[in-house]
């Protein structure tokens, strides 16, 4: 009887149109059925045929759908490998084991089995539950988004979505759930807090979003990563420190990303204030009209931005092209001066002035000066160290240094120790030009008088002698000027810092206390905030590493270091030959002696500042040098 349902079952397969591998299984077990008279078994080499396995089983598994599916040439028994005897198996003396997909399918198991799903227990069967009428997905993301809802969104976050629903409607480009989780290699998300979740929810979204070509394809603009990357989020992003600061998520969400102008999207301007107060309690409606995607080279949409960028911009480029300019004339004069110089000794043509006392010292600064002095060094180099790194993110010097540190919360707090500092030193130098204006009796004049007197770091008309002076030094035209108590490159250092403080001090305190200055100023505010204190602060390193060390320390005359800064000590000699004009007016005025030091620095204390001195200078320079790498390697965005 069971050999005829047997031949019955195969009959009834071939003209139902079943596949072909099918029918052959099932004439191979008709002949051997009918001229053996014993079904197949494995143990005689082959398998049991399916035919014989659907005799059975045929009311659970269609064989229609099994002989079409992508298991449809494989046997029963290719799967269910323990069932070696049929009338063992049809006595239930060999239990069913669980199928081991792995057999097979290797490179999904090794995914799978590292797998968040693999560490709950998930098991292959669990998800893949059509597995006798499974077809190849063909990379249809409708069939994976099926797959995954039913354990997952059950609330329809995701399919309410606007990549859910590019999915439903047909778009392969849309997002799908394993384009950001995979198939098989699911990892754990991790906590809110950690790097690997924090990162995760950023990186994701950036496979697709800057792919140029697929966003054009689909109609979105690409400007959301290149505008979150040059945030200040997305530095830290790149930087390999994603644990502090905002990524996509937090903004958009995971799952239930909507447009904008939808009312329940999270980005939607009713919702800001409630998606910015979790990293920033004290947001206000104010606060929230920050441009999160602002170009500043977008004329159009952003016309502030655009204009910030564009003047400091123009500060940027004209004030180097001035002094770099003025830098090389001056390298270039003075080495051909030395060189003539050289060939007059030579020569015997050269008569030297002899200078009495031409070593004694005379105080030029003060201890308070030179203190004050440290501190810019100290502050300066500690701001510049810790804020290029971000400036630079997208170097891997940058993320070197950044890892020295510890992660960009250290630099951060360094950056901050260093902002303090500066406005301690800021607010010594406003109580002494206080004193000097109105308070300090060794000085003649008014406060007018002495604004614009020669003992004044304020310009005056005898600067723009000073500067043609100059020029025509440079060109072979006239002499090389002498000077008063401060040269014009001086004055304007000294005036570029309290520009820099408006410009970088007030920018900084913007960015440092968001929430506050939110109270009372648009969001927007930050966004040119931070143009201005990115390009000023590009501005004051790129001037203090090359301009600033040239006139100071590098110049012919000077080099390799002027050290009247640490001790406040100058020469007779060479106060009359570079300041001619001041030793002239104190001798006038009879004062020459009341600055005449009475003793020297000591040697340890010297050994101790030139140290200092040339450390900071060693760690400009390399700065410098790598801000050109930078720029030469297309960064700095």
């Not at 009918?34 to 598994?61: N, R, V, W």
């Not at 920033?280 to 409606?285: D, F, I, L, V, Y």
């Not at 440079?474 to 309290?498: C, I, L, N, Q, S």
């Amino acid at each position: 009887m069971k050999v005829m349902y047997n031949r019955r079952n195969a009959v009834h397969i071939f003209f139902s149109g079943a596949s072909m591998s099918l029918f052959l299984f099932s004439l191979l077990a008709f002949f051997s059925v009918t001229f053996s008279g014993s079904p197949l078994y494995a143990e005689q080499g082959m398998a049991i045929d399916p035919a014989t396995c659907l005799g059975c089983h045929s009311e659970k598994i269609s064989v229609h759908a099994f002989a079409g599916s992508v298991h449809g040439k494989n046997a029963c028994t290719s799967c269910h490998v323990d069932i070696t005897d049929l009338a063992k198996h049809m006595k239930k003396e060999i239990k069913v084991q669980k199928v081991q997909c792995e057999r097979c399918h290797k490179k999904q198991n090794s995914e799978h089995y590292a797998s968040v799903h693999a560490e709950k227990g998930v098991t292959c069967a669990q998800c893949h539950t059509d597995i006798h009428t499974h077809n190849y997905w063909k990379n249809d993301k409708r069939i994976a988004v099926a797959k995954c809802v039913q354990c997952h969104d059950k609330e329809a976050v995701y399919r309410s979505s606007i990549h859910g629903k590019g999915v439903a409607a047909g778009n392969m480009d849309s997002a799908a759930c394993h384009d950001c989780h995979n198939l098989h290699a699911i990892d754990k998300l991790g906590g809110a807090t950690d790097h690997k979740g924090r990162e995760f929810h950023t990186k994701v979204c950036m496979k697709c979003h800057s792919d140029k070509k697929l966003m054009t394809k689909n109609k979105v603009t690409n400007v959301a990563v290149k505008s979150y990357i040059e945030s200040y989020h997305g530095k830290n992003y790149r930087l390999g420190f994603p644990d502090k600061v905002a990524g996509c998520a937090d903004c958009h969400t995971a799952h239930s990303v909507l447009p904008k102008s939808d009312p329940k999207s999270s980005v939607n301007p009713a919702n800001l204030v409630k998606q910015c107060t979790p990293c920033h309690p004290k947001a206000t409606s104010s606060f929230s009209k920050f441009y999160s995607h602002g170009e500043m080279t977008d004329k159009d949409k952003y016309p502030i931005l655009y204009y910030t960028f564009v003047a400091m911009t123009g500060l940027l480029l004209s004030t180097f092209a001035v002094f770099w300019v003025h830098t090389l004339l001056w390298m270039f004069r003075g080495f051909v001066e030395n060189r003539e110089n050289a060939a007059k000794i030579a020569a015997g043509t050269h008569h030297h002035v002899a200078i009495v006392d031409a070593h004694k010292q005379y105080r030029r600064f003060n201890k308070l000066h030179i203190f004050l002095h440290i501190l810019v060094i100290t502050s300066f180099l500690l701001l510049s160290v810790t804020g290029l790194p971000l400036k630079f993110s997208d170097q891997q010097w940058a993320q070197f240094i950044m890892r020295l540190y510890g992660g960009a919360a250290n630099a951060g707090l360094l950056h901050r120790v260093g902002a303090v500092i500066t406005f301690i030193y800021f607010g010594s130098a406003l109580v002494m030009v206080v004193n000097f204006l109105f308070i300090k009796r060794d000085i003649p004049g008014n406060p007018i008088q002495r604004l614009f007197g020669p003992d004044s770091l304020c310009f005056n008309l005898r600067d723009i002698r000073d500067v043609v002076g100059m020029v025509k030094w440079f060109f072979y035209k006239g002499p090389k000027p002498t000077f008063e108590r401060w040269t014009y490159w001086e004055k304007f250092d000294f005036v570029a810092v309290f520009w820099g403080m408006f410009a970088i001090g007030g920018s900084g305190l913007m960015l440092w206390f968001p929430e506050f200055f939110g109270q009372f100023l648009p969001g927007w505010a930050f966004n040119v905030a931070t143009i201005v204190h990115s390009d000023e602060a590009l501005l004051a390193t790129g001037f203090i590493f090359t301009v600033h060390f040239f006139n100071t320390h590098g110049r012919p005359e000077k080099f390799p270091m002027d050290f009247v800064i640490f001790n406040g000590q100058i020469a007779k000699e060479e106060m009359i030959e570079e300041r001619g004009d001041q030793w002239k007016r104190y001798e006038e005025l009879g004062i020459t002696e009341k600055f005449a030091c009475k003793k020297t620095s000591g040697a340890l204390y010297e050994f101790l500042l030139k140290g200092f001195g040339f450390s900071a200078v060693l760690i400009g320079i390399g700065l410098m040098l790598l801000m050109i790498l930078a720029f030469i390697s297309g960064g700095g965005h």
